[in-house]
């Protein structure tokens, strides 16, 4: 359906030391974030949930129909290897550096400021361009009387994400939390529709569809949960010690995972009796026309553009941490910065949107699987440097690096083509 999905697809200011098993002091607001509130990051981060049941994942299991269940359960297992080497990290490594504070336990600031600086870059474009991704491709589709208003939104949309980041932590906070609550909402209730109304084909578990074409939508599914490292940037803001922010981490992002996991699996699975469903604008919303009625159907897609808009948050409240961190500048300043930077681009995407935001998407996504595969692999050094057991820490970045390769020639592939 879009760009970005045609791309994947292929068709605070102290860091932890790297010797030390010490969390970084918080960065901005001296009091810490909740469990809650970092759960609410988790779940927006992770596509967000609605996005990826309604419309990626569908889409993609698209290739592999007749084990829509079974590609989507694969991908889940697939991604679990990046996901276990965040966490070993964030068991001795907690900071506003993220997962350049990580690799820089690794491997020195050196290579860190390498993956910092694809990172950035990656992330900077994102929260540039999505916008219109949000307004020119996703809301067309669900409104058709959009279009009209597709140049005030394109202006609108990014004053409002920056008001919310400017306006202070606890409102950005409050924001994505709302967020992460309303789409897995949506998402769940998507997903019992659909259970309730298609009887799922036991083919869907099986490997029923072309080997070929399964490992296609396994791995390009597993790709959409990138973004889930997000969170560990506030890793300098969870308070207490390093166990009790190793605990909190934890427990959010796994939390949010499985959850968005299992949404996604409900909501795609019993697709496989259907599969014409998978080929709609928006999947989700297909479903939601036939089974319930007009009213679900477009709040399931308003709700696709929100969960998108969710993640240019999470996109921002990262790069902003990072940003502090790296440079040692106030994070007001930073978060001001990156506001006026999304603000002031708005108007030149209006020139010509389709192209720009193709020619921004491809050096994004590039950078950011570079960068991610810079912090999978030295995670076996940073593995040796505490004594424990390197076969499974090779095992990890083995996998782990795998998935990166194949973002990164996915996006190759696609930009060929």
Do not use: K
């Amino acid at each position: 359906m879009t760009a970005f999905l045609s791309r994947m697809r292929g068709g605070g200011t102290h860091q932890t030391r790297p010797e030390g098993g010490v969390s970084a002091p918080p960065l901005g607001p001296a009091r810490p974030v909740g469990q809650w509130g970092f759960t609410g990051v988790a779940v927006t981060s992770l596509g967000g949930p609605l996005a990826l049941a309604a419309l990626y994942a569908p889409s993609i299991a698209a290739g592999a129909s007749s084990s829509a269940g079974l590609a989507m359960v694969a991908a889940a297992v697939a991604f679990g290897f990046p996901l276990a080497i965040w966490l070993g990290y964030a068991r001795h490594v907690s900071s506003s550096g993220g997962l350049y504070s990580f690799t820089e336990a690794a491997a020195g600031r050196r290579v860190a400021l390498v993956q910092a600086g694809l990172w950035a870059l990656s992330y900077l474009l994102y929260v540039v361009y999505t916008t219109a991704q949000i307004v020119y491709d996703t809301l067309p589709a669900v409104l058709p009387g959009e279009q009209r208003y597709q140049t005030p939104l394109e202006i609108v949309i990014p004053v409002v994400l920056a008001g919310v980041m400017i306006a202070g932590r606890r409102t950005a906070l409050l924001v994505i939390g709302l967020l992460a609550a309303g789409q897995l909402a949506l998402a769940a209730a998507l997903a019992g529709t659909t259970v309730a109304n298609l009887t799922t084909p036991s083919g869907s578990f099986v490997g029923s569809a072309p080997a070929g074409s399964l490992a296609i939508a396994s791995g390009q599914t597993a790709l959409l949960y990138i973004c889930g490292s997000l969170p560990f940037f506030m890793g300098g803001e969870l308070g207490g010690n390093l166990r009790q922010a190793s605990r909190t981490s934890r427990r959010g992002v796994l939390g949010a995972y499985l959850a968005t996991v299992v949404v996604i699996i409900a909501a795609v699975a019993p697709l496989a009796a259907d599969p014409a469903l998978m080929h709609a604008p928006i999947p989700g919303m297909a479903v939601a026309q036939r089974f319930v009625g007009h009213g679900f159907a477009v709040a399931v897609g308003i709700g696709v553009a929100v969960s998108v808009a969710g993640v240019i948050l999470v996109e921002y409240l990262a790069l902003s941490r990072l940003t502090a961190a790296v440079t040692s500048w106030p994070l007001r300043r930073v978060v001001i910065g990156i506001g006026a930077v999304m603000v002031a681009a708005a108007p030149v995407l209006l020139i010509n949107p389709d192209r720009i935001y193709d020619a921004l998407l491809t050096p994004s996504l590039f950078a950011l699987w570079l960068s991610q595969l810079v912090t999978f692999a030295v995670y076996p050094r940073f593995v040796a440097r505490r004594g424990a057991r390197m076969v499974p820490a090779w095992v990890l970045t083995a996998g782990a690096a795998a998935l990166a390769v194949y973002g990164l020639w996915t996006t190759i592939q696609t930009t060929s083509i």
